[in-house]
């Protein structure tokens, strides 16, 4: 059964940093590309980064280009995200979603292009 599951999240302060990471289960995930998103109440699911299986490609949103990063470790079958400089806009519960593309350097901002996702972690920047 293919399981992803994401932790890391928390409650923080403006300005500070979380690192939320998606272990995969039951499958190798090296080879699928994987996608953050985040959505917050009211709101659509909005993509955040994503990194291809090669590793060769890896695309932000315009919103946290600088502050966030995205990478995948072959050896925990984890992919982490870095997010820094966290904003109150920030605020959501983050998922991660995993998927195999025709080409492998491909990734997708898009949550339509993944079908397997994660259960989410809540990220809260507040004062």
């Known amino acids: 059964q293919l399981q992803l599951v994401e932790s890391g999240g928390g409650t923080v302060q403006p300005g500070e940093s979380l690192r939320l990471s998606c272990k995969a289960f039951?499958?190798?995930?090296?080879?699928?590309?994987v996608g953050w998103f985040r959505q917050a109440p009211g709101q659509e699911r909005e993509g955040v980064a994503c990194?291809?299986?090669?590793?060769?490609?890896?695309n932000y949103a315009d919103s946290v280009k600088g502050r966030f990063s995205v990478s995948r470790d072959m050896t925990t079958n984890t992919v982490y995200l870095q997010m820094g400089s966290l904003k109150p806009e920030d605020t959501a519960t983050y998922y991660c979603?995993?998927?195999?593309?025709?080409?492998?350097?491909?990734?997708?901002?898009?949550?339509?292009?993944?079908?397997?996702w994660g259960q989410g972690t809540q990220v809260t920047a507040s004062s």
């Open positions: 979603a995993a998927d195999v593309f025709a080409v492998q350097a491909m990734c997708y901002l898009d949550s339509k292009e993944y079908k397997y």
């Open positions: 039951g499958f190798a995930l090296h080879y699928y590309a």
């Open positions: 990194i291809s299986s090669a590793g060769s490609t890896i």
